[in-house]
């Protein structure tokens, strides 16, 4: 593996177009910096988060989740009150807002410690901290 760490953004930036222009495909290279750069972002293609998945999931099951539980007790526990009917979704919407909101929320951080393969650390590239500089790692196969 190969780095090379510099300490202004141009350098950095020259840097990683000579090296996708010599051939080195976007997934054999790393990079760390001390503030996002968009631009090497577009460089390399990264991919979208798939953590977005895990919270339209979790949304998702929250909505069934809050219509579906009272539904269920209204059914189960009948309470005729005049000419109303059973199970009346209006009054379910708050309900199931606000599961959707909670299971999404948790979905997401379920789904950020696992796309992020946390906690446990397997790999360590350096044991250098290097908070102010731009760092490239390149894997040869």
Not at 46 to 51: A, C, G, I, L, P
Request: proline fraction near 6%.
């Amino acid at each position: 593996m190969e780095r090379f760490v510099y300490q202004t953004e141009h350098d950095f930036m020259h840097k990683l177009e000579e090296l996708l222009k010599s051939g080195v495909k976007p997934k054999q290279i790393d990079t760390r910096t001390p503030h996002p750069v968009l631009h090497a972002e577009e460089l390399l293609d990264e991919k979208q988060s798939d953590v977005r998945l895990f919270v339209l999931v979790g949304g998702i099951c929250g909505v069934a989740t809050g219509y579906l539980f009272p539904s269920l007790t209204a059914l189960d526990w009948t309470l005729f009150v005049g000419n109303k009917p059973l199970v009346g979704l209006p009054p379910y919407t708050v309900i199931a807002f606000e599961l959707m909101v909670l299971f999404g929320g948790l979905s997401g951080m379920l789904g950020l410690l696992w796309t992020a393969r946390m906690p446990g650390v397997r790999t360590i590239i350096s044991n250098d901290v290097f908070p102010d500089q731009f760092e490239i790692y390149v894997k040869r196969d």
